[in-house]
């Protein structure tokens, strides 16, 4: 057995207590298999937030903790904190096109662009508007390779706005209809005049239009989260944060599954993350009869994770107590597939408090420990290590059914994630001998490959919904610091490059090699800078 337990069990080595260890290891075993099967079960349809089966999710959660005895954190008897998440932009009811006399259809014969500005049953004749043929736009730009379609229609619409057009026609067919879409995730800022793409390939009406009528109503779309938040109060002067996220892909709708498939399948996320939030559950249940009352306990079930930290993220600015009287915080995503054979446990944030150092043993004699110093990954530990909190990441390892419908319950190793809950058990016994632990800042880290050539050594602010990436995080030493870049700052171009999102700030990134020198443009408050930056 690894180190902690049988210092545990030197304390108190009786058989009657191995017994009840076992039946106590046994119910709790149990409980876990029955919390992953049901959240990874096909009807949750993959607990997407801010749907139905985010919905059944927590409700099922509420109950479990209900059931442990764990009261709710926030007033009124609620375990549930709401949070909005952008979706980016939709094409609202009413929206219409006519050209002369013959009325096109959306999506087949026309779209207006996601930053396309407003208008309400407006005739344009031919002297108001602009028209643009894409097949001659992208015919000019044959032979540059750093060409981009978007960027260029963008401009040229933009230009023909500060030139008085009332509205802007980009004439495409269906030889190119896929290049532009309507993009519901595009953060360009929009435009105030309508930018539309006309794919029809009826060219005599083309040819013969006089006047165009149309309708354009494009909004901001939002949708709802939910955290689900309970507590143990001990009436303490600090507290200790235990998290994980419930939300999974639901079918792969925002584009971040592996999946290749075409035909639309569940992501039931057993790994992903049904086994930290049964983890999370276990972990109350067990405080609950605990003796421990130096600190009180805050459980987090995060929803938003996998759309960019959205739910944490949200609490830590909502928090409902000031975060300084935090102690320290534990994160658990994806701990449900240690390998049996070489019992390989990832702990994140190892060097966000000296503490860790002391109470972690790399050299365990069950686990085989990789530890990570930084505070920050793609988890939502990530969120209170921005807020100066000590944090702990706990991790068994990538596999390849990660964000796969195949990421199902019958494949977590339920004796091994059962040994990771009782190595976060120790650590929360050790640390209630303590007094309240420092914290440490620590280089930035992705805990992942990156299939970048250069970084710039920044954290996005995922949840950003402004055009440009919002920095929330500058590592030391990096070409973003020796540049000049601050937290707050929003980056909005790379060299030649523009972009509006963290997708397109990638793809500008990934068009550099190291050693490069460019200009990286951004706003800082009111002020819109160029700085050097080496890479």
Not at 85 to 104: C, F, H, K, P, Y
Not at 144 to 159: G, R
Not at 245 to 260: A, V
Not at 476 to 499: C, M, R, S, W, Y
Request: proline share 3%.
């Amino acid at each position: 057995m690894k180190s902690f337990y049988l210092i545990l069990l030197t304390l108190t080595c009786t058989a009657g207590f191995a017994q009840q260890i076992n039946k106590a290891d046994k119910i709790m075993q149990a409980n876990l298999k029955a919390t992953i099967n049901y959240l990874a079960d096909d009807k949750l349809e993959g607990r997407r937030t801010g749907t139905a089966g985010e919905k059944l999710a927590y409700e099922y959660i509420q109950q479990q903790l209900k059931n442990a005895g764990l009261a709710p954190f926030n007033t009124g008897n609620n375990y549930v904190q709401p949070f909005p998440v952008n979706e980016g932009r939709a094409i609202m009811e009413g929206t219409s096109l006519q050209i002369n006399d013959t009325v096109l259809k959306l999506n087949d014969e026309y779209f207006p662009m996601a930053y396309s500005g407003k208008t309400y049953n407006t005739t344009y004749t031919k002297a108001m508007y602009a028209q643009h043929s894409i097949k001659e736009i992208t015919d000019a730009n044959a032979g540059n390779p750093h060409f981009d379609l978007y960027d260029a229609v963008y401009k040229m619409a933009k230009e023909d706005e500060q030139k008085g057009s009332a509205a802007v026609f980009f004439i495409s067919s269906t030889a190119v209809k896929s290049e532009l879409i309507f993009d519901a995730k595009d953060k360009t800022p929009s435009l105030l005049i309508p930018v539309i793409c006309i794919t029809t390939n009826n060219e005599n009406l083309l040819k013969e239009r006089q006047t165009v009528r149309c309708e354009i109503n494009i909004t901001a779309k939002e949708k709802t989260g939910h955290n689900i938040i309970s507590y143990i109060n001990n009436n303490a002067a600090s507290t200790i944060i235990l998290g994980a996220h419930y939300d999974h892909l639901g079918y792969g709708e925002d584009h971040n599954s592996l999946y290749s498939g075409s035909t639309p399948m569940v992501h039931n996320g057993a790994d992903d993350n049904a086994s930290g939030t049964a983890a999370l559950i276990e972990i109350g249940r067990w405080l609950k009869k605990s003796s421990y009352k130096k600190y009180n306990y805050l459980f987090i079930n995060f929803s938003g994770e996998e759309l960019g930290l959205f739910g944490s993220k949200y609490f830590t600015e909502h928090a409902g107590l000031e975060l300084k009287t935090v102690n320290y915080m534990i994160n658990m995503d994806m701990i449900g597939r240690l390998n049996d054979s070489t019992h390989g446990l990832t702990i994140g944030g190892y060097g966000t408090s000296p503490a860790w150092g002391k109470l972690i043993n790399t050299k365990d004699n069950y686990f085989k420990i990789n530890i990570d110093s930084s505070g920050s990954g793609p988890s939502d530990h990530t969120s209170f290590y921005r807020k100066d909190i000590p944090v702990l990441f706990f991790f068994t390892g990538s596999h390849k059914d990660y964000h796969k419908p195949s990421d199902d319950a019958d494949k977590i190793n339920y004796t091994g994630e059962l040994q990771v809950i009782h190595y976060i058990q120790n650590i929360i016994t050790q640390t209630d001998k303590m007094d309240k632990i420092a914290f440490t800042k620590t280089r930035e880290s992705s805990m992942g490959r990156s299939t970048f050539k250069v970084s710039l050594g920044i954290m996005p602010d995922y949840t950003f919904n402004g055009s440009g990436v919002l920095v929330d995080g500058v590592s030391e030493n990096k070409p973003a610091q020796k540049a000049g870049i601050k937290i707050g700052d929003v980056l909005i171009q790379l060299g030649e490059h523009t972009f509006t999102d963290v997708q397109t700030y990638m793809n500008a990134l990934n068009k550099f090699n190291k050693g490069e020198t460019t200009n990286v443009k951004l706003k800082r408050g009111t002020e819109e800078i160029i700085l050097p930056v080496t890479f």
